[in-house]
T-cell receptor, first 115, second 114 residues
Framework: DSGVTQTPKHLITATGQRVTLRCSPRSGDLSVYWYQQSLDQGLQFLIQYYNGEERAKGNILERFSAQQFPDLHSELNLSSLELGDSALYFCASSVGLDRSTDTQYFGPGTRLTVL | QQQVKQSPQSLIVQKGGISIINCAYENTAFDYFPWYQQFPGKGPALLIA?????SEKKEGRFTISFNKSAKQFSLHIMDSQPGDSATYFCAVLNSGGGADGLTFGKGTHLIIQP
């Protein structure tokens, strides 16, 4: 168990809808990362937050947004969902800002299915 | 454009054998090369990582070999065990890249046959 929790575990919704995925980082970790894993695109970095502020951005669509709250939990909001958004969404956390020296611990993921 | 190419896509190795997974990259600015292990239904977990100032790093049965001139790095699993059966991802990072995150290879599905 990595200590990172994600809810819900599974989510089934329809095209055009909006969903929110939630992540609680390990105790003491200030950075939260979001990743998308799909069969065709593989594992892709979406965005990083550190202590409430956005610090790095990857291949995140404009329809997606995230935030990190004062208690350090994070939410990933996905709107105007399309079939191609069906994927596993992982949250990871690390103690600090450094993406190379701070180990990222991944949560169990949320499986999103868009019908 | 794929920033890191991983091969093979799948690999079957006999118990006790050596499993070898390779990755190649183009951008010489990358300076952090981790390997992640993922079991079904779980998130990836950091296995071992290397920086370009060394050519090899060993942790238990897992070794990373790094060839800076060829822009390639590989994971070797010695004495492979059935419990090593998982998907392995290499990744690259430009730690000085400011807004960059880890870029992952497509993954290698490894099966260790008893």
């Amino acid at each position: 168990d990595s200590g990172v929790t994600q809810t819900p575990k599974h989510l089934i919704t329809a095209t055009g809808q909006r969903v929110t995925l939630r992540c609680s980082p390990r105790s003491g970790d200030l950075s939260v990362y979001w990743y998308q894993q799909s069969l065709d695109q593989g594992l892709q970095f979406l965005i990083q937050y550190y202590n409430g502020e956005e610090r790095a951005k990857g291949n995140i669509l404009e329809r997606f947004s995230a935030q990190q709250f004062p208690d350090l939990h994070s939410e990933l909001n996905l709107s105007s969902l399309e079939l191609g958004d069906s994927a596993l969404y992982f949250c990871a956390s690390s103690v600090g800002l450094d993406r190379s020296t701070d180990t990222q611990y991944f949560g169990p993921g949320t499986r999103l299915t868009v019908l | 454009q794929q920033q890191v190419k991983q091969s093979p896509q799948s690999l079957i190795v006999q118990k006790g054998g050596i499993s070898i997974i390779n990755c190649a990259y183009e951008n010489t600015a990358f300076d952090y090369f981790p390997w992640y292990q993922q079991f079904p239904g779980k998130g990836p977990a950091l296995l071992i990582a290397i920086r370009p100032d060394v050519s090899e790093k060993k942790e238990g049965r897992f070794t990373i070999s790094f060839n800076k001139s060829a822009k390639q790095f590989s994971l070797h699993i010695m004495d492979s065990q059935p419990g090593d059966s998982a998907t392995y991802f290499c990744a690259v990072l430009n730690s000085g890249g400011g807004a960059d995150g880890l870029t992952f290879g497509k993954g290698t599905h490894l099966i260790i046959q008893p």
